[in-house]
C-alpha cells in the first residue's frame, strides 16, 4: 500500500520535530552532561590505570618520601614515597571494582524480588518481603555497610558482600512501587486478556517500563557505594595494603595533615569528584525522563 508524498512528508515532519525536541530537552540537561562527562573520566581512568599511570602504584621510593607535588610527581608522594597520582589511578579502579560488584547484586537479587513482590502482592508482600525491607532500612545503609564488613572480616570481597547486601532493599523498594503502579495500567489488561501468561507479563511489558527508574536508582547507589568503599577502606575494613584505596589514602594522609595536607585533599577530592559525577548523572537521568519536562 502506498502513501502520498504528502504524508509521508507529515511522518516525516512528525519524527523530525519530536527528535528535535529530544535533542533540545537533553542539550538544555547541563547536569546529565556534566555526570557524563565525570563519569566517563573516572571509568576511563579505572580501566586504563596500568597504562597511564607514571608508576606502579606499590613502587617506592625512600629518598622521595612526603615530597609536595613537582614535575617528576605532579601529586606528589606519600609516606612510602609512592607516587599519589598513581595510587589516585589505581584507587578508581578499586573504587570502582567494588562499587560495582555491590550494585550488581543489590540487582540480581532486589529487582527479582521487587518484580515478583509487587505484580503478586498478598501476605508474602505484606509480611514477608516488605518486613525484611523494613528490617534492613531500619539501620543506616553505611553503618548496616560498616557491621556486616566487620562480621565477615575485612577484604574487598567482603566489602562488596556488605555493601551488596545494603543495596538489596532498596531495590526491592523501588522496582516494587514501579511494577505496582504499571499493573493497575490498560496495557497490562490488555496483555492479559489476550491470553499472555504472568511471566511474559513481568518481562515483556512491565520490566521494559520501569527501567528508567532503575537505571536512575543504579547512578545513585553507584555514589553511595563509593562513599561507602572508602570508608570501609578508611577503616581498614576494604582493601588492604598495599593496594590502592582512596580511604585507605585519606587515612595515611590523617597523620601528616598540617604539615603535608595534599595527602588528604587529593584523594578527598577524587571521591567528591566521583560521587558529584554519579549524583548529577541520576539527577540528570531522572530529570530528562521526568514527563513534565517533556515539552
Known sequence: MSHSPAV???????????????????WRNRSLWFGILIVAAVIVVALLASWISPFTPDQQNYASLLQGPSAQHWLGTDDLG?????????????????????????????????LLSGFYGGVVDDWVVMRF???LQAFPFLIMALVLAAVLGPGIGNAM??????????FIRTVRGQVIAESKRDYVQSARSLGAGDWRIMVKHIFPNITS???VQTSLAMASG??????????????????????????????????????????????????LGFNLLGDGLRDYWDPRQRQ
Open 213 to 215: 527508574p532503575l537505571i
Open 226 to 275: 563509593i562513599v561507602a568503599e572508602a570508608s570501609l577502606s578508611y577503616l581498614g575494613l576494604g582493601a588492604q595494603p598495599p593496594t590502592s584505596s582512596w580511604g585507605s589514602m585519606l587515612k595515611v594522609g590523617q597523620g601528616y595533615i598540617t604539615n603535608d595536607p595534599w595527602l588528604s585533599i587529593i584523594p578527598g577530592l577524587a571521591i567528591v569528584v566521583a560521587v
Open 82 to 114: 609512592r607516587d599519589q597520582l598513581t595510587r589516585i589511578f589505581f584507587g578508581a579502579r578499586t573504587s570502582m571494582e567494588v562499587t560495582l560488584g555491590a550494585v550488581v547484586l543489590g540487582i540480581v537479587i532486589g529487582v527479582p524480588v521487587g
Open 8 to 26: 509521508v512528508s507529515q511522518q516525516d515532519s512528525v519524527t523530525i520535530s519530536r527528535g528535535a525536541r529530544l535533542a533540545r530537552r537533553m
Open 133 to 135: 525491607v523494613d528490617a
Open 161 to 170: 558482600i556488605a555493601i551488596g547486601i545494603g543495596y538489596i532493599p532498596t
